[in-house]
């Protein structure tokens, strides 16, 4: 591996203010201005991105997130794709199958054009010093500061377990492990993830004021927020694997066919786009304006008093055309198990020569290299 980004270098503003609580707005604004320094410099950043392993990924995942870091791979930007086998241990049912959920995850990979050549896939179990770095890094953060973390609250308010595990409350400061073993200072998220990075700054900020003998050991990582708008699920909700009601890059034509048959619509004939008071009929026209590189007024005019089964021809006919090469992909490395293990092999020797290093650093900061 060669050299590591620091920050993103001088001429990028700092983001480091009190005013910045990485409201989702400010957030938005600072990506704008690092998309413009990508295109311009993509030498300077290093992404650290990644997933939970709980199954396949869908069109929501495409569209929100995995299309985007492709992108950035292939404006040349160094990636690490981290597998967070660890944190998916929050959730019990998906612990039970966790070698196939992480070879799904792998395939999916693969299939959207994440190159192992250029992109880390690694995963937390088997990167020690990666895992190492969470112990100190707990003594940097209050419980109080754990406790209020957003997302986790949503997630303990929707989970369906009698009791909330030590991890649920922790996995924060381990997802900070995640992004700075690698010092990667670019991280592509939701809005949902905000929390976990602005954590992950102030993990940073305090291990340098404390350890940094005014140097800094860790970069304060920027989030990217993507502006891709949300998918909606075939029944109207957002489409998470959970709800049943999401399009996998793994279904085939004949099943993306009947899962969007079935997809809730409305009554008014005549399509247009109308997030607001028409949000299933909008979302399926951003599905298919998505897969077809227009926009979705364009598709709903295309359309215009043909009603919604001829709506759902022209979806349907989008994704499948749009999935077409990444589920012959996928097919393709399905039958290639020993490939899929090798690439794993790979980026973890990869990502545990990265974590060794940083841990070497931490240590001699903090006085512990004995
Ligand atoms: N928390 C992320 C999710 O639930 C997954 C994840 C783990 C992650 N480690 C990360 C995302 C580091 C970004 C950076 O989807």
């Known amino acids: 591996m060669n050299t590591t980004p620091r920050s993103a270098g001088a001429d990028v503003p700092s983001s480091d203010s009190a005013a910045d609580e990485l409201g989702t707005s400010a957030a938005q604004a600072r990506s704008a201005v690092l998309e413009e320094l990508i295109l311009k410099d993509p030498g300077k950043f290093r992404v650290l991105t990644g997933d939970r392993p709980t199954g396949r990924l869908h069109l929501g995942h495409y569209f929100g997130t995995l299309h985007n870091r492709v992108r950035l791979q292939d404006l040349g930007v160094e990636m690490f794709v981290i597998i967070a086998d660890y944190q998916v241990l929050t959730d019990r049912d998906v612990a039970d199958n966790l070698t196939g959920h992480v070879e799904e995850l792998v395939l999916d990979y693969l299939a959207?054009?994440?190159?192992?050549?250029?992109?880390?896939?690694?995963?937390?179990?088997?990167v020690p010093a990666l895992n190492q770095l969470l112990l100190p890094f707990l003594s940097?953060?209050?419980?109080?500061?754990?406790?209020?973390?957003?997302?986790?609250?949503?997630e303990i308010a929707h989970s369906r377990q009698s009791s909330v595990s030590g991890l649920m409350f922790t996995y924060p400061a381990h997802q900070a492990a995640d992004i700075l073993f690698c010092k990667a200072n670019l991280v592509p998220v939701g809005q949902d993830q905000l929390p976990h990075l602005e954590l992950t700054r102030t993990i940073a900020r305090r291990f340098n004021d404390r350890y940094g003998n005014g140097a800094d050991v860790f970069p304060q990582p920027d989030a990217l927020l993507s502006n891709a708008p949300l998918l909606l699920g075939t029944d109207g909700t957002k489409?998470?694997?959970s709800r049943g009601n999401a399009i996998t890059l793994a279904a085939d034509a004949d099943e993306t066919a009947r899962l969007i048959k079935g997809a809730k619509t409305d009554s008014e004939r005549h399509i247009t786009y109308d997030p607001a008071t028409r949000p299933e009929v909008s979302s399926l026209l951003l599905l298919a304006a998505l897969c077809q590189n227009?926009?979705?007024?364009?598709?709903?005019?295309?359309?215009?008093?043909a009603g919604?089964?001829?709506?759902?021809r022209t979806v349907t006919e989008?994704?499948?055309?749009?999935?077409?090469?990444?589920r012959a992909r996928r097919?393709?490395?399905?039958?290639?198990?020993?490939?899929?293990?090798?690439?794993?092999?790979?980026?973890?020797?990869r990502a545990r020569a990265v974590a060794d290093s940083t841990?070497?650093?931490?240590?001699?900061?903090?006085?512990?290299?004995?």
Do not use: C, W
């Not at 880390?120 to 088997?126: D, R």
């Not at 209050?142 to 949503?154: C, F, G, Y």
């Not at 227009?294 to 008093?305: C, F, K, L």
């Open 331 to 349: 097919t393709q490395y399905a039958q290639d198990r020993a490939y899929l293990r090798e690439t794993l092999r790979e980026g973890n020797e």
């Open 112 to 126: 959207i054009g994440v190159d192992p050549a250029r992109s880390t896939i690694f995963t937390h179990s088997a």
């Open 294 to 305: 227009r926009t979705p007024q364009q598709v709903a005019d295309d359309i215009g008093s």
């Open 239 to 241: 489409m998470s694997k």
């Open 308 to 312: 919604a089964a001829a709506l759902k």
């Open 140 to 154: 940097l953060v209050s419980v109080a500061e754990l406790n209020r973390n957003p997302t986790v609250k949503d």
């Open 318 to 326: 989008s994704v499948n055309e749009y999935l077409g090469p990444i």
């Open 359 to 370: 841990l070497a650093g931490v240590r001699a900061a903090m006085n512990s290299d004995y």
